[in-house]
Every structure is written in structure tokens, then in C-alpha cells.
């Protein structure tokens, strides 16, 4: 079973940035798909950017293509989200997820079989 913590959540004004860590522990395997979701209040749990096996390849949601950027530390087996030109529509618990197989598809909530408890990033106007 692998665990995940997540950090660097908080409160920013619009425009600004933040940088979302997500920690992992026991026993991961290189071929692994981290993923990054967010859960508005009312709303479902929407993915927003995934890091793909050996290659790191990379998936954004189209809502925050260009602005987060997702990246990795192997040695530290941690998963980095790197928030800019943040909006207040951002405003969500932010989740990471973690599935042992390169996934074709990264989106899909259903395919992660261990999550972070999340981490609040509330961006105010």
C-alpha cells in the first residue's frame, strides 16, 4: 500500500502562485501514474494534471493548461504541482493519487488505487 501526503496548500490572491507537494511512501514502482485532482464544494472530483511512467509524460485539463505544471523528484518520491496565474475558479481541496501502471489515460479517477487526504487552496478575487 503507498500513502500519500500532500502540503503547500493556502490562501492567495488572484494572479499569484502556489506550489503543491505530494510525499509518497511504501512501495512504489517507476512505471507509477501520480495524478493531481481538485474537488470544488458542490462539485465532483475533477482531475487536473498527471506525470506518466519512465518517460514523465505529462496530461493537463484543458481549465489549467499553460498555467500548473506537474513534475517529479524520484529520489525523494515526490510529486510536485506548480500553480501560476491563479484564478478564484482554482479554489479547491486538491488531491493526490497514485496507481502502480502506466495508464493510457491518466483521467480517469477510477484507475488510482491510493489518494492523499488533500490539501485546501483557496485563491481569493
Known amino acids: 500500500q503507498v500513502q500519500l501526503v500532500e502540503s503547500g496548500g493556502g490562501l492567495v490572491q488572484a494572479g499569484g502562485s502556489l506550489r503543491l507537494s505530494c510525499a509518497a511512501s511504501?512501495?512504489?514502482?517507476?512505471?507509477?501514474?501520480m495524478g493531481w485532482f481538485r474537488q470544488a464544494p458542490g462539485k465532483e472530483r475533477e482531475f487536473v494534471a498527471a506525470?506518466?511512467?519512465?518517460?514523465?509524460?505529462?496530461y493537463y485539463a484543458d481549465s489549467v493548461k499553460g498555467r500548473f505544471t506537474v513534475s517529479r523528484d524520484n529520489a525523494k518520491n515526490t510529486v510536485y504541482l506548480q500553480m501560476s496565474s491563479l484564478e478564484p475558479e482554482d479554489t479547491a481541496v486538491y488531491y493526490c493519487?497514485?496507481?502502480?501502471?502506466?495508464?493510457?489515460?491518466?483521467?480517469?479517477?477510477?484507475?488510482?488505487?491510493?489518494w492523499g487526504r488533500g490539501t485546501q487552496v483557496t485563491v481569493s478575487s
Open positions: 493519487a497514485y496507481c502502480l501502471l502506466t495508464l493510457a489515460d491518466p483521467r480517469s479517477r477510477s484507475r488510482y488505487t491510493s
Open positions: 511504501g512501495r512504489t514502482f517507476s512505471t507509477n501514474t
Open positions: 506525470i506518466v511512467g519512465r518517460a514523465d509524460s505529462t
